[in-house]
Structure formats: C-alpha cells, structure tokens
C-alpha cells in the first residue's frame, strides 16, 4: 500500500474518534536541534493535519506526542531522554496517548538500545531517512497497539508526500531543505552518520517549492543543507533563480563550509538584491593544528583570507559563526589563535559550544581529553570577546536607520539577522503585520538586540 493511502486510513479513524468523543483528536510536536529538523517538523504537522488531527496547545492534553529529535551534542540527548522520561507518568493516567520519537536521535544505535530498555512507553520510532512512512507507522500503532517501528540506514526515493504543500509554523517565513545529509565527516560530528551521505534535491523542485510559499504570502526564505557550498546543481545558479521569484523579499541560507565558499557565490551574494548581507560560517576553531585533527580541510590563514575578501567584495556583510572549545587536545596556544581568530574576523557574532563527545565519531578514540573545569574556563573567555564584538557592532547602529522584517508588532530583524525592538510613533501596532519591511531608526542597544523607532 502505498504511504498517501495510510493517511486516508488513518483519517478514517480520526472520523471515527470523532464519532465517539465528539472532538478531534489532537497532537504536539516538539522539535530540537537545527532548522532541517524545524523544517521536517511542518512537514510532519502537514501529514497529522491531513490525516485528520487538531494542534493540541499543550502536551499534556494531546492524544499524541511526536518529538523531532537532535543528538549533535549529549545535552540535547540528555533533555529529550528527561522529556521522555517524565511522559512515562502521563501515559499511566492516559493510557491511549500515543508518544512518537522521529529524527536524528533514533538513528544511533545506542539510543534504540537505551530505549529498548528503560522507555517501553515510546509507540511509534522513525528516523531522518523516512518521515514519509509515518502514516503507515501511525496506522499500524492505531490498529495493533503495538510499538511500530522503522529505521532506515539511507535516503528513500525522495519525493514529498504532500508536493508543495505551504503548511508552515510561521506565517512570513520558510526554511526549504535543498538537500539532505552530509559528506564532510569533521572528526567531532555524528551529523554524517544519523543524516547520510549528501543528496541535492532538483532545482526545479526547489523553485516550485518556494513558488508556492511565495504566492501564499511568505516572504523570506531559507535555504537549508549542512553544507550548501557543495549543492549538486550549483548554488550560486540556484540562489540567482531564487532571485527572480516574485513576492519573495529575503533569500538566508545555511550553512556555508569555508572550503567550499567559491568566488562565483560571493559575487552571487553581492549581486543578488535580495540576498541577505549576512554569512554564517563556521571557523570551529582558530588553531591551524586543531583545525587538521576537526578534519575541517583549511587553515586559520585560509580563513581569514576567506573573511577579508568577503569584507572587501561585500563591506556592509555581517558575519557569524560556530566555535567549538575543548576539542580532544586543545592546548592553551591553540585557544589563544581561536581569541585571535574571532578578533581578527571580528564575527558580529557567534554560537559557542563545549566539545562533546559522540560515540562512532573519530574524535570519540581521542584520547587527550580537555577536564571540564579548562573547556568551561577557556568557554566562559570566548563568550566575553565574542559578546564585547557583538555589543560593538550593535553600537554602530545607533543612529542609523536599518531595514526590518517585522516578525511581530514590536520586533523584527535586519537585513545582517540583528533582532530590533521597536516602537511605533505614527503607525498602530495592529498595523504591523509579519513580513512587512518597516524603517527603523536604532537609538540603543544591548548585546543581543537593537532598539528603535518606526520612522
Ligand atoms: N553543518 C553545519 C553545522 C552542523 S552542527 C556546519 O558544518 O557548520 C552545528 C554546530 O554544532 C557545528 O557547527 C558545531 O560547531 C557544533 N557541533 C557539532 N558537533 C559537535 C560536538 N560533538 N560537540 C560540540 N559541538 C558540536
Ligand atoms: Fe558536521 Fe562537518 Fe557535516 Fe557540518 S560539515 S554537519 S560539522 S560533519
Ligand atoms: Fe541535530 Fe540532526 Fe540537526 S543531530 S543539529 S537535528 S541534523
């Protein structure tokens, strides 16, 4: 059977929960982790809604839990675990609530046998590679009342089972996956083995896809891959096709590998109106040494050569970035050359994060391990720089007035992804709608926003 005919089935149960309890029944998704997985996550509530299921505004009183999953460090591991943990109690007193457990985390080994163990009250498990089979998973937890579970080790036959569906969490905004997996293998990273090796969806997919967001009132969008460099059909042609889509305003993408970063797209950033001035691209680390055992494939030279002809082509372009501190080996010279590094590029800023280590990466068989009072300590210095940058580049705004996309009646971001407040002299806040580009004029600040008035 095919997966479309299971949401008919399952919608024909739905009817029939209908029937009995007078309402619909109804489910939550929480997501973790990256945009890709917010994105799968739409596409997860498009197919519940088709097959028949309200949103639940709260956990607690859905019929079924779905958790969209990130285990890229063990933190975020450790929290979905607690979550699951603390449904254990809920499902005792609403035995017919259905728990689902989809994304990366399902794809390591470990988690299934973790799971296999301790949490029995888990119904419905799937992984990255097969979002789509999630009616028939549901299905057959509906009519057996039996965990149902599928993990695929690599991609299925792409194709979307609801094709250019719009259903979307944010009325003016869209992430849209160009393509899936990773081949990069960074010694520290289990991204490569939950999500597979790269797959480029067509460009004219892709164009269909944000057509159909565009005519239905999103304004910016997204384009997502763990390295969008090495997009199979040429990045810097897809986003210049993008470019022409009418009533789109914003193009984003994430994320941009340095080795890949090529002159062709740099001048496509610069070209391309609609492109935003902004580039996130990760340094990791700024120690040539530590950057070889990442297996990043540059050098801390590379890379600030890579941000001065950024600057030089581009001078108004923002750039962020991703640090990771405490790699297996990290000496206190290496995380000197990672200060020097952020200075030099001078990042507006940056996500930090604590080495952590994950099972069946390289980096796992390292045996230089960092104590965590060094890492926590060495951390604690890179916040410090990198907030003082922020709050400096934050400062050059005063005064000035910066295009915003409103994302509420009071706060938005720039054209560099700066969140602003603002407060609204001549307009009525109900005016403001999501997407529209209002003319702010900044007239203070803190490290992590802008302030200022509607013009
Ligand atoms: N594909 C993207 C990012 C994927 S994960 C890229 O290459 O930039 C997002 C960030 O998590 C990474 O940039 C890295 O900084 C961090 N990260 C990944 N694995 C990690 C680990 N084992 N410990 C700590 N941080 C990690
Ligand atoms: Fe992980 Fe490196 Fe791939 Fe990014 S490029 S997902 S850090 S392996
Ligand atoms: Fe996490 Fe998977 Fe994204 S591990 S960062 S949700 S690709």
Redesign the pocket.
Known sequence: MKNFEYIQRVETLSNGFFAENFRKPTMFIQTFG?QMNERESEKLNSLLLAMGYLESPSEESADLVLYNTCC??EKAETKIFGKLGSLKSQKRTQPNKIVALCGCMPQRPEVIEEINAHYKHIDIIFGTFNKNSFPKLLYQRLTTGKRAVEILTEHEEESELLENDTTRFLPHKAGITIMHG?N?F?A????PYVRGREKSRKIADILAEITALANDGVKEVMLLG??VNSYEYGFAELIQQVNEIENIQRIRFM?S?PKDLSDDLIATIKNCEKVCKHLHL?V?SGSSRILQAMNRGYTQEHYLELTNKLKSAIPNITLTT???VGFPGETEEDFLQTLETVRLANFAGA?T??????SG?PAADLTEIIPKSTAKERFDRLVELVNSLQLKHNQNYIGKNVAVMADSATSGRTDGNVLVHFDIDKLETSQVKPGDILSVKIIGCQTFYLKGTVE
Do not use: A, E, G, M
């Open positions: 990256c890229v460090r990773c990069n960074c520290y990273c289990i991204v763990q390295n994320t590998h990760p990791q991703d640090i990771i996500f994060f604590l080495y952590s280590k994950r990466t």
